[in-house]
């Protein structure tokens, strides 16, 4: 027990190796994928031979076995140079590996997770339903046994990777009276009978990110695609958000980081009334603010990403950085946005894309009104 | 990376809780409507090791690290932010620049009676003219032969109705400006030297701040702290390390206030039920928990470079920002959560949220940080 803020060596190179393979593969593309609403499929191979869609994954199914914080710095890399790839990775990672790897069948663990984990396949999650976002337990769609099978009907909607994902761990209701008690999480490959997608979202951001409906109608999964036992559903679903939340801070970070490195860049360059922006107090301290801030949420998110599966503390924790992080965010690329003025309203610029990624992160994965309730449950009970 | 307390730290912690509870928590309230220096519960303090924490055995001190020191001060501010400060400046601004600067001799005669507990020291660079702006001061030190005779005055010197010892700053010569700013300790027995009375202030009302005078103060070049010239350079590493111990004062008022609002949520009953069921009460409660938890991790960051002999000045300014404006909002929310009764002297919250004020003002304003870390992120990363 100690405090030590240094990454341990493996996490540094690590870090370096996503940080090169990011700004070299990923950076230069992204302002054209986001304009054509283009799913870099290509890049996505290329991430799976780095090990980064398997990375909690054990290496017995593929995976690297990575710890959380190493995770975290993963995704951090990644939305530095792309919020929407580094959302496919989290939910690939967070929400689709990370369940079926604690909680899936030995079989469905064998034959689906080394797809995963190589990047052949994408992964996605089904929790969401047009009439229960935050109140997951009011969901509609349901499962029921028929012989050695089950048999969902519903519909999942804003679902990330939907028309891209193989893999999607889907929450449904077998006991439709019994509340969240009457939940159950599956595992639905995406050419299962009776399963469809809808037409991709138009998004305000995220663009080269995929986000879809799924729709099952009638359809047909093998009974060894229920996760853990039948009514453990929303446990399922909660533990796996209190575990992805620290991706989703991570992600806020790594968009955070990039807001702040423009509006340095930007504030440096750019000269009126005869010298660089930088030089007026009003510009320099909204950078140290935005520099404050980001430590802030970076020591929240790895603080987290530390205590994570570790005691009762772990998902007031991931909560706190998610709501953090995100907020921060949010408040970095509209300061950052607003240092570069006029440019910053143009889509030339990098940020004026941040500004749009960045606002679904106090959104999804639970809004920070979601985070506000978990955080003060913890601390009232 | 790892972000745990040791065993030791722990203990450390929780002795310092019981002496905080038991020794200062029956004080507080008065010494801060009276206006009274608790010189009885530092000196008790002082021989549990809290006046020099950090300063090795050899010299008087606990010989403990940043990180434990940063713990005692949270400690102390939890249940009282005088006390807090108090002893915040005895061993940060204090025992820490004769440690770092002194010779031999110094810290035999001037800092182990400091360190040990024995003596209370104080640290005198602001004027009436010169705060920020601290090369423009004008305290002046002119050579006689081999001694110097000081002239000038200084203001807002906490500990100063009290202190045996003071660090102070004059300059030999105001055309060096900053190069000609030289240290020297000083008793406060020695003739020439002068303290006003207290000033009643919005909070930490018993620090004993006041006004020291100098007045044909003739000192010999033994008391001398490094070089002519070097004082400036002292005061700001100095202020460096002041800023971990005003962070840790911050999140400990913060931390007082947060657990004052818990208990009085749960207990306070309207409409039929406790407010905290209330989820605007709920909201209140995740960002104050939110906040403090960042706040204290970026002060034990700070600490932990510092003793690492890391650079720790950008860390420390950060740290220093950013917990001194959450307690002000924290404070803030705790008066909010107590309603009336908040505003009411009888309830601690009042005074943590007039104490909370200051932090945001000494040793170095908001502005002052903001200023030292644009600078870092704008010109030296």
């Known amino acids: 027990m100690s405090i030590d803020w240094h990454l341990n060596e493996e996490q540094q190179l690590l870090r370096d190796e996503i940080r090169r393979f990011a700004e070299e593969r990923i950076r230069p593309g992204e302002a054209e994928r986001d304009r054509e609403h283009r799913f870099p499929t290509d890049l996505f191979a290329e991430m799976g031979e780095l090990g980064l869609l398997g990375m909690l994954i054990d290496e017995e199914h593929g995976g690297i076995g990575a710890d959380v914080l190493t995770y975290a710095l993963a995704v951090e890399e990644l939305a530095r140079a792309s919020p929407a790839i580094s959302v496919t990775m989290s939910v690939t990672n967070s929400v689709c590996c990370w369940p079926i790897q604690r909680f899936g069948t030995d079989e469905v663990k064998a034959s689906i997770l080394p797809h995963l984990a190589s990047g052949e396949a994408i992964g996605g999650f089904g929790l969401t339903e047009p009439g229960s976002g935050s109140d997951a337990g009011a969901m509609k769609t349901t499962a029921r046994r028929d012989g050695d099978q089950w048999v969902l009907d519903g519909e999942k909607s804003w679902i990330t990777n939907a028309s891209v994902g193989k893999y999607f761990v889907v ?51 093998p009974a060894s695609h229920l996760l853990a036992e039948e009514g453990h559903g929303f446990r399922i679903a909660m533990a796996t958000l209190d575990h992805s939340r620290v991706g989703i801070a991570a992600q806020a970070v790594g968009i955070h980081q990039r807001a702040l490195e423009l509006a340095v860049a930007y504030a440096n360059e750019r000269e009126q009334f005869g010298r660089p922006i930088a030089r007026h107090q009003a510009v320099a301290f909204k950078i140290a603010s935005m520099a404050t801030e980001l430590a802030a949420a970076r020591a929240l998110t790895y603080d987290a990403a530390l205590a994570d599966g570790k005691g009762p503390d772990a998902g007031r924790l991931a909560s706190q950085a998610k709501l953090y992080a995100s907020e921060a965010a949010n408040r970095a690329c509209w300061e950052s946005l607003q240092i570069h003025g006029g440019n910053g309203f143009s889509e030339e610029y990098e940020i004026a894309r941040l500004y749009r990624d960045v606002r679904v992160t106090t959104i999804y994965e639970g809004t920070s009104e979601m985070q506000r309730m978990v955080i003060a449950r913890h601390r009232l009970r | 990376m790892e972000i745990q307390l040791s065993d030791e730290q722990k203990l450390l912690r929780d002795e310092v809780r019981r002496f905080a509870e038991e020794v200062v928590r029956p004080i507080a309230k008065e010494i801060d409507a009276e206006g009274r220096f608790p010189r009885a519960e530092i000196l008790q303090a002082g021989e549990m090791g809290l006046s020099g924490v950090s300063v090795p055995e050899e010299w008087g001190g606990a010989g403990m690290n940043a990180v434990s020191y940063a713990l005692v001060i949270e400690e102390i501010s939890r249940v009282c932010g005088s006390t807090g400060v108090i002893l915040s400046v005895n061993n940060s601004l204090f025992c820490d620049p004769v440690l770092a600067f002194g010779n031999d001799a110094q810290k035999d005669r001037f800092l182990r009676p400091v360190a040990s507990g024995e003596k209370v020291g104080c640290f005198g660079l602001t004027e009436p003219g010169a705060g920020s702006d601290a090369s423009a001061l004008r305290t002046t030190a002119v050579r006689d032969g081999d001694d110097y005779v000081i002239n000038g005055n200084k203001v807002f010197i906490t500990n100063g109705t009290e202190a045996d010892v003071a660090l102070i700053f004059a300059t030999v010569d105001p055309e060096k400006k900053h190069k000609g700013i030289t240290a020297f300790v000083v ?110 991790l970026l002060t034990w960051k700070a600490a932990w470079a510092k003793e690492n002999q890391k650079r720790y000045s950008l860390e420390a300014a950060q740290a220093k920002l950013f917990a001194s404006e959450i307690a002000q909002r924290v404070t803030n929310s705790a008066v909010q959560i107590h309603g009336g009764y908040g505003y009411i002297r009888e309830y601690n919250v009042e005074r943590y949220f007039r104490d909370a004020r200051i932090t945001e003002i000494y040793e170095g304003t908001s502005e002052i940080q903001k200023m030292v870390i644009a600078d870092w992120v704008l010109n030296k990363s």
Do not use: W
Not at chain 1, 175 to 188: L, N
């Open chain 2, 187 to 296: 008793e406060a027995d020695t003739p020439g030297y002068s303290h006003g009375i207290h000033e009643y202030k919005l909070g930490v009302n018993g620090s004993g701040t006041t006004e020291l005078a100098f007045q044909d103060m003739r000192l010999s070049a033994d008391h001398r702290l490094g070089e002519e010239g070097d004082g400036f350079k002292i005061a700001m590493a100095t202020l460096d390390g002041g800023r971990i111990g005003i962070a840790a004062q911050a999140v400990g008022i913060a931390q007082g206030a947060f657990e004052e609002s818990v208990a009085y949520a749960k207990e306070r009953e309207q409409f039929g039920k406790p407010i905290s069921t209330f989820q605007a009460i709920q909201h209140y409660i995740a960002d104050m928990s939110t906040e403090l938890d960042a706040a204290r």
């Open chain 1, 171 to 221: 929450l449904a209701k077998t006991e439709p009276d019994a509340g969240t008690k009457g939940i159950s999480g599956f595992v639905v490959p995406a050419d299962a009978e009776g399963f469809s997608v809808g037409a991709a979202e138009e998004k305000m951001g995220l663009r080269s990110s995929n986000t879809a409906t799924l729709y099952f109608d009638g359809c047909r999964i």
